[in-house]
């Protein structure tokens, strides 16, 4: 029992003790370093997907922008071609009706009897609005007559017909429309 009392066990549990805190702090250390290099290699990773992906929003936007600007110059060439479409079916249609207007006042020079006279002509596509002043109602009948009996004119119709008596003549003012006959020839006989 005396030897056991010689030693001393407390220097060696204190090593002991100080050794396993060592020991501790080391290995807390060493996490705490494999953790900040786990975070920071995740963060850095996980940043560069993030900028590639900024990269490529920042690629599509400006796709996008060119495409819209090209959308917007295909609009404006739609429009023009739209006018210029406009355009051609209006130079159409009067290549295929420009002669009506000769073929209308040739009829109308035909069909008009003695003691009937003109004083106005509007005609619209293949409708005429003839107004004139003729010497009598029945000069005006034998005009309208006429123009049914001639074939470029049909449906004469008489709106309007007023009898007056300008300085002891007996005059009889009347508006008639007429349809003309349409045909892409442009011939006159």
Same mark, same amino acid.
């Given at each position: 029992?005396?030897?056991?009392?010689?030693?001393?066990?407390?220097?060696?549990? =204190?090593?002991?003790?100080?050794?396993?805190?060592?020991?501790?702090?080391?290995? *807390?250390?060493?996490?705490?370093?494999?953790?900040?290099?786990?975070?920071?290699?995740?963060?850095?990773?996980?940043? #560069?997907?993030?900028?590639?992906?900024?990269?490529?929003?920042?690629?599509?936007?400006?796709?996008?922008?060119? /495409?819209?600007?090209?959308?917007?110059?295909?609009? +404006? /060439?739609?429009? +023009?071609? +739209?006018?210029?479409?406009?355009?051609?079916?209006?130079?159409?249609? *009067?290549?295929?009706?420009?002669?009506? &207007?000769?073929?209308?006042?040739?009829?109308?020079?035909?069909?008009?009897? !003695?003691?009937?006279?003109? #004083?106005?002509?509007?005609?619209?596509?293949? &409708?005429?609005?003839?107004?004139?002043? &003729?010497?009598?109602? &029945?000069?005006?009948?034998?005009?309208?007559?006429?123009?049914?009996?001639?074939?470029?004119?049909?449906?004469?119709? /008489? =709106?309007?017909?007023? =009898?007056?008596? !300008? +300085?002891?003549?007996?005059?009889?003012?009347? =508006? /008639?429309?007429?349809?003309?006959?349409? !045909?892409? #020839?442009?011939?006159?006989?």
């Amino acid at each position: 029992i005396s030897f056991l009392r010689r030693i001393n066990l407390l220097p060696w549990r =204190t090593e002991l003790r100080e050794r396993k805190k060592k020991e501790y702090l080391i290995a *807390l250390s060493l996490s705490a370093l494999a953790g900040a290099i786990f975070w920071l290699t995740t963060h850095f990773f996980f940043g #560069t997907l993030i900028d590639q992906q900024n990269q490529r929003n920042d690629f599509i936007q400006a796709e996008i922008k060119k /495409l819209d600007r090209k959308i917007v110059e295909i609009k +404006e /060439l739609e429009k +023009e071609r +739209e006018k210029l479409i406009a355009r051609m079916t209006t130079v159409e249609e *009067l290549q295929s009706s420009r002669h009506l &207007a000769v073929r209308l006042f040739d009829e109308l020079s035909k069909t008009l009897p !003695d003691g009937v006279y003109l #004083t106005e002509l509007e005609q619209k596509n293949d &409708a005429a609005k003839i107004k004139g002043v &003729a010497q009598s109602n &029945a000069r005006v009948s034998n005009f309208m007559r006429n123009l049914e009996a001639s074939e470029w004119l049909y449906e004469p119709k /008489l =709106t309007i017909i007023e =009898t007056k008596l !300008d +300085e002891d003549k007996r005059t009889s003012e009347f =508006t /008639l429309q007429v349809k003309q006959k349409t !045909d892409n #020839t442009g011939d006159i006989e």
